[in-house]
T-cell receptor, first 110, second 112 residues
Framework: DAGITQSPRHKVTETGTPVTLRCHQT?????MYWYRQDPGHGLRLIHYSYGVKDTDKGEVSDGYSVSRSKTEDFLLTLESATSSQTSVYFC?????????FGEGSWLTVV | SQQGEEDPQALSIQEGENATMNCSYK?????LQWYRQNSGRGLVHLILIRSNEREKHSGRLRVTLDTSKKSSSLLITASRAADTASYFC????????????FGTGTRLTIIP
């Protein structure tokens, strides 16, 4: 158990509504990540953070924003959810050379 | 685009047999890692091999790395039903480990 909690674990939302996913860690690690996982695409990096208020884009950042106001929390926001953002979202933290993953948040946009 | 690509996409073997999965990548790396994902769960780290290593073992796992061919293989010996999962390789770019890029995975099914 790498001390990562994602919430909510499951959510159904309507197109055009804002959605925020939360990742909480108890390990005090500097690096935190948001990935999405879709069939045929594997895991793709959305955004990552290398410290409080320090974030950067990944390969699929369009339509997503992030915030990190505390070391332990990394928030992913879909400003206006679209059906293409239906996916499983994984938060992860970097411990030494290894990334540890949360259990995932299943998001369905209808 | 994906940095790592696993092959095959799916593999079914009998329990007790060995399973081999391959990963190819495109650019120079510092290290390569393998992860396992059980259905509906997050990814779990299995093993890391550095660019200056050629082979590494961990229990029933054996990983090889050929940097000249930009490829790696994961061998699971004496497979068990509990090994049924998806397996992913992940690579960092040569300048650091801060961003791992994952392949699309190999779905391994162990038939009891």
């Amino acid at each position: 158990d790498a001390g990562i909690t994602q919430s909510p674990r499951h959510k159904v939302t309507e197109t055009g509504t804002p959605v925020t996913l939360r990742c909480h860690q108890t390990e005090n690690h500097r690096y935190m990540y948001w990935y999405r996982q879709d069939p045929g695409h594997g895991l793709r990096l959305i955004h990552y953070s290398y410290g409080v208020k320090d974030t950067d884009k990944g390969e699929v950042s369009d339509g997503y924003s992030v915030s990190r106001s505390k070391t332990e929390d990394f928030l992913l926001t879909l400003e206006s959810a679209t059906s293409s953002q239906t996916s499983v979202y994984f938060c992860a933290i970097m411990g030494w050379d290894t990334i540890y993953f949360g259990e995932g948040s299943w998001l369905t946009v209808v | 685009s994906q940095q790592g690509e696993e092959d095959p996409q799916a593999l079914s073997i009998q329990e007790g047999e060995n399973a081999t999965m391959n990963c190819s990548y495109k650019t120079s790396i510092n290290n390569l890692q393998w992860y396992r994902q059980n259905s509906g769960r997050g990814l779990v780290h299995l093993i890391l091999i550095r660019s200056n290593e050629r082979e590494k073992h961990s229990g029933r796992l054996r990983v090889t790395l050929d940097t000249s061919k930009k490829s790696s293989s994961l061998l699971i010996t004496a497979s068990r039903a509990a090994d049924t999962a998806s397996y992913f390789c992940a690579t960092d770019l040569n300048f650091g480990n801060e961003k791992l890029t994952f392949g699309t995975g190999t779905r391994l099914t162990i038939i009891p």
